[in-house]
């Protein structure tokens, strides 16, 4: 049996290249991290087995999967694939609903597709990266992986109700344009197509704002800037800046209320984040 792997950190989230020849292995759970595994398989048709249960083919080339399942995998021919560990609170900002079980979708989309391509050529590095790109890279698979989970989560269903499909609409407007201090429950609204009041009530049956939403993610991305130590140089006010928020003290407030926790305490407890 022989099994190359080569690992790529960026930021919170790592990135095992993997391949090797027909084999079988088992994939033990880890229990140091709290992440979502997303594995694209770029050749070779991988079956996947849990304690107790017959071997199920996987005929897709993207697998989501919760760290904390063992299992197990079979190859049959010689095989390569790219595996990213995201952390599970980052994805919390985009979705409520996380996989709780490992789930392939039947046809792949564009959104999945352009993260393999992505994804592939992250683990074939062809220089060290900078500061610059781990941050970047980090940032486009976080967003990637919520975009993903937006679009596929309840797909399988016989039909997604209107208004669920509406706040999935706004959801992913709002995770894709919160760095923007411009961005605005109305704006939300009119890139969702539809009215603002239509959108506040959809809002509402889950006992969920717009405004909220927006500041909820708002809150995620200047807490990714805070816990990198690579954005020291940034000032409190300049992280409120690239947050969208207008203020530092917008930012306190929105920190408090989702992580119960101060742009200080976030830089002094990175280590233990």
């Known amino acids: 049996m022989r099994i190359s792997a080569r690992r790529h950190d960026y930021g919170g989230v ?23 595994a997303f594995a694209f398989v770029d050749a070779g048709s991988p079956a996947s087995r849990l304690d107790g249960e017959p071997w199920l083919q996987i ?7 919760p760290d904390g399942i063992a299992r197990r995998l079979r190859f049959e021919s010689p095989w390569r694939a790219s595996v990213v560990l995201l952390p599970r609170p980052a994805l919390t900002a985009f979705v409520t609903r996380l996989p709780t079980t490992i789930w392939w979708p039947r ?8 993260m393999q391509a992505f994804v592939t050529a992250l683990a074939q590095p062809t220089h060290d990266a900078t500061a610059i790109e781990t941050y970047a890279a980090e940032q486009l698979l976080l967003e990637m992986a919520g975009a993903v989970l937006l679009d596929r989560l309840g797909a399988d269903t016989p039909a997604k109700d209107p208004a669920t499909a509406l706040r999935d609409r ?22 969702s197509r539809t009215s603002l009041r239509r959108l506040q009530n959809v809002f509402a049956e889950s006992d969920l704002t717009v405004a909220g939403e927006i500041r909820r993610h708002r809150a995620r991305l200047a807490r990714s800037l ?23 003290m917008s930012l306190r407030r929105a920190l408090h209320e989702v992580y119960d926790a101060s742009p200080r305490s976030l830089r002094r407890a990175r280590g233990h984040v």
Do not use: K, Y
């Not at 805070?226 to 800046?241: G, N, P, T, Y």
């Open 14 to 36: 790592t990135l095992w290249a993997l391949a090797g020849d027909a084999t079988e292995f088992e994939v033990r759970p880890d229990e140091a991290h709290d992440a979502i």
């Open 59 to 65: 005929n897709s080339g993207m697998i989501i999967a």
């Open 107 to 114: 046809e792949r989309r564009t959104l999945d597709l352009a």
């Open 170 to 191: 706004a959801l992913a407007v709002i995770a894709q344009q919160c760095a923007d201090s411009e961005l605005t429950p109305a704006r939300v609204a009119h890139d």
């Open 226 to 248: 805070l816990i990198d130590s690579r954005f020291d140089v940034l000032s409190v006010e300049q992280i409120a800046q690239r947050s969208g928020f207008g203020t530092t």
